[in-house]
């Protein structure tokens, strides 16, 4: 009887310490290594010299953290026991079973991360093997193709130790796909702002997700989506009027871009800004039971700073 450990560990992109705090459940945990340590460890794995390891993870896959020199991961591992002439043929079972934990549990809580706040953590690359006389064996591994550029404003990921128990209610309750259709393809357009490296394109697939969720017909879009997120938004009637005012200016921007009006380009404050009203929305409407339709229709009868559906 042989002991096996099949593991699996995702490399965090864009992350820091505060990550560490965070449980996510089912065996995942998150950990970090000494980038020495780290580039030794993952040059077996991605069967490279140490040096180019080294490379790849910093320049490629931004998962070191150079002010800190730590690499962040997540790790889980299992032990089970076979027979010996089954090893082999048991390799496969099990990558198709880990890998399918990781799929359909791991990567949503990821995802409902960045939904949660502001920051491009991802996994860009994936590692399966065993440990064998305390030597990891990989037999797999899989790379997302996740963009991964680090804008200039953007923050590493980072987790206050008040959000803590919020974030961690948040990626157990909310599930992925939404199963609402608009929802969901506002969900999708959110995410593709993160994964291309042009900042005018990541604007507009933000304007999108604002469409597929506030638009009803073609008249008026800059007024009926201005509002709507201003409705949707503001806990008074300055804070509406406030956003209903930047809503306007980022939908003229967006009108410029699409009609090559000027060379506009969207800054990364202007991105960072429709990202939020755009991440805000989405988290507001998937509290609410109702369809596009009751939702239009409810902000329609509502005005600035009268939130009283909340009640």
């Not at 404003?153 to 992925?176: A, C, G, H, N, R």
């Not at 291309?196 to 933000?206: H, I």
């Not at 009637?237 to 009006?261: P, Q, T």
Request: charged share 25%; with cysteine.
């Amino acid at each position: 009887m042989l002991k096996k450990r099949p593991c699996f560990i995702g490399l965090l992109a864009n992350t820091n310490a505060s990550i560490l705090k965070l449980h996510l459940g089912n065996g995942f945990t998150i950990q970090s290594m000494p980038d020495d340590e780290g580039y030794k460890f993952f040059s077996i794995l991605e069967n490279l010299s140490v040096y180019e390891t080294g490379k790849k993870l910093f320049i490629a896959y931004h998962c070191l953290n150079a002010e800190e020199k730590k690499l962040y991961f997540v790790i889980n591992c299992l032990e089970i026991d076979v027979e010996e002439e089954d090893a082999n043929s048991l390799v496969w079972k099990i990558s198709v079973k880990i890998d399918d934990l990781v799929e359909s549990y791991l990567e949503p809580k990821i995802r409902l991360m960045r939904l949660f706040k502001e920051g491009n953590i991802h996994i860009p690359m994936k590692y399966y093997f065993f440990i064998e006389n305390d030597t990891p064996k990989p037999f797999m591994s899989k790379g997302s193709g996740l963009f991964t550029h680090i804008r200039p404003m953007s923050s590493e990921y980072t987790v206050e130790e008040s959000e803590v128990p919020s974030l961690e209610k948040f990626i157990q309750d909310t599930k992925l796909p939404f199963h609402r259709e608009f929802l969901q393809l506002a969900f999708e357009n959110f995410e593709l702002s993160y994964q291309v490296p042009n900042t005018n394109l990541s604007f507009l697939a933000l304007m999108n997700s604002l469409e597929a969720l506030f638009n009803r017909g073609q008249a008026e879009l800059s007024y009926t989506i201005s509002r709507n997120v201003a409705v949707l938004l503001g806990k008074d009637v300055d804070e509406s009027m406030m956003i209903f005012k930047k809503m306007k200016k980022l939908y003229a921007m967006r009108s410029d871009i699409v009609h090559a009006r000027k060379l506009k380009v969207a800054s990364e404050r202007e991105l960072l800004n429709l990202r939020h009203y755009v991440r805000e929305s989405i988290k507001e409407i998937s509290y609410m039971n109702e369809n596009k339709k009751e939702i239009f229709d409810l902000l329609n009868s509502h005005g600035f700073g009268d939130r009283t559906w909340y009640k």
